[in-house]
C-alpha cells in the first residue's frame, strides 16, 4: 500500500539514528573532547598567567626604588649611579619626543600608502606593493640601526641637518653641530620602522567602508579626491587613530634601532640635533652594568613605566579600531 511505506522509512530512519547515538557514546568520543578543552583552556590561561608573572616581577624588582624616590623618580631629571641618584624624566622626555617625530613623519606617509592601495593603485600593482610594504615589519631592529648608522646618519649630518640649520634654526629645534646622531635621527629610523604597521591596519579599515559610501558620494558629483576624503577616510578616521596608536606603542617600546643612533646621553634639551636617551635604551645600555640594588630597581621601575605604557596605549588602539570594524572581516572591492 502507498500509505504505509514513507512510514516505514521514517521508522528505518529513526531507528538508525537511535542505534549510532549509544554507538558513538560508547567509542570514547566524549574523553578526547574534554582533553582537548582542556588543553586549550590552559593555552590561554598559560598567556595571561604570563602577562601577571611580568607584572609582579617588575613591581617587586623595583620596590626598592619606589620606597627610596617615590613619585619624585619621575620627575627627577638626575642619573648618577655613584651616588645612587635616580631620576627618569630625561628618559620620558627622550621616548616621548623620538616617538612624536616618528608619528609625525610616519603618519602622513602611512595614511597615503594605504590610501593609493586601496582607493588608486592598479590591482597588478596592489598586492606586491602592500607585501614589501609589510616586509618592512620583518626587518629585524638591529639591521635598521646599522643601516642608519652607515646611511642615515651621514646624510642627516651633510645635508639635512646644515639644511634645516640654516632655514628652521631660529624655532630653536634645529640648532647646535650637525654630527648626525640624535634624536632627529631616532625619530627618522623610529618612522620607517612603524610605516607597515599603521599603513597595514589603516588598510584593512578602509577595505572595510562599504563600496555603496564611495557610490553614493561619487552620485552626488563629488571628484574622486572628494570621495576619498568625506565618504571614506571620515568614515574611517577612529580606526585609522587606533593604527597611529599602535605604532606609537611600537615606538615607545623599540630599542636597538633607536640605541644605534640617538647618543645616549641622559639630557633634555630642545634642539632635535641634540642626543638623547629613551626608557627602552637605557634599560638595553645599562641593566647588564647596574651594580647596586637601588640602581637596578631604578632600571626595573622605569621597565615597569614603560611595560605600563606600551599596555595601554595596545589596548586603546585596539578599541578604536573595533569601534570601526565591529570584529567583522575586511572586505575588498574593485
Not at 568614515?235 to 640605541?259: H, K, S
Amino acid at each position: 500500500m502507498p500509505g504505509p511505506q514513507p512510514v516505514e522509512g521514517t521508522k528505518v530512519t529513526s531507528t538508525s539514528a537511535d542505534r549510532a547515538t549509544p554507538l558513538l557514546q560508547t567509542s570514547g568520543g566524549e574523553v578526547p573532547d574534554r582533553v582537548f578543552k582542556s588543553a586549550m583552556t590552559v593555552c590561554g590561561l598559560a598567556v595571561l598567567g604570563v602577562l601577571v608573572l611580568i607584572v609582579y616581577e617588575l613591581m617587586s624588582g623595583s620596590r626598592l626604588s619606589w620606597h627610596a624616590f617615590g613619585f619624585k623618580f619621575f620627575g627627577g631629571s638626575d642619573w648618577d649611579p655613584v651616588n645612587e641618584r635616580f631620576g627618569a624624566l630625561p628618559f620620558i622626555y627622550g621616548t616621548l619626543v623620538s616617538s612624536l617625530v616618528a608619528l609625525i613623519i610616519a603618519v602622513p606617509l602611512s595614511v597615503g600608502v594605504a590610501v593609493f592601495t586601496t582607493e588608486m593603485c592598479p590591482k597588478a600593482l596592489r598586492g606586491p606593493l602592500s607585501f614589501f610594504v609589510e616586509l618592512l615589519a620583518a626587518i629585524p631592529s638591529v639591521i635598521y640601526g646599522l643601516w642608519a648608522i652607515f646611511v642615515l646618519v651621514p646624510l642627516l649630518s651633510g645635508y639635512v641637518q646644515p639644511f634645516l640649520a640654516k632655514t628652521l634654526g631660529w624655532t630653536g629645534l634645529f640648532e647646535g653641530p650637525p654630527y648626525g646622531i640624535g634624536m632627529l635621527a631616532a625619530g627618522i629610523i623610529l618612522a620607517i620602522m612603524i610605516v607597515p604597521i599603521i599603513s597595514s591596519i589603516t588598510r584593512e579599515v578602509l577595505m572595510v567602508v562599504p563600496q555603496h559610501q564611495r557610490e553614493g558620494v561619487l552620485a552626488l558629483g563629488a571628484t574622486r579626491w572628494e570621495m576619498i576624503r568625506v565618504g571614506v577616510l571620515r568614515n574611517a578616521r577612529a580606526g585609522i587613530v587606533g593604527g597611529i596608536i599602535l605604532g606609537l606603542g611600537r615606538a615607545l617600546g623599540e630599542t636597538m634601532a633607536v640605541t644605534m643612533v640617538i647618543g645616549n646621553r641622559p639630557e633634555i634639551a630642545k634642539s632635535l640635533f641634540a642626543p638623547g636617551y629613551t626608557m627602552a635604551s637605557v634599560l638595553a645600555n645599562e641593566f647588564s652594568e647596574a651594580t647596586g640594588d637601588v640602581y637596578l630597581s631604578s632600571l626595573i621601575e622605569i621597565g615597569l613605566a614603560l611595560f605600563l605604557v606600551t599596555i595601554i596605549v595596545n589596548a586603546l588602539a585596539q578599541l578604536l579600531v573595533w569601534t570601526v570594524t565591529r570584529g567583522q572581516p575586511a572586505r575588498g572591492h574593485a
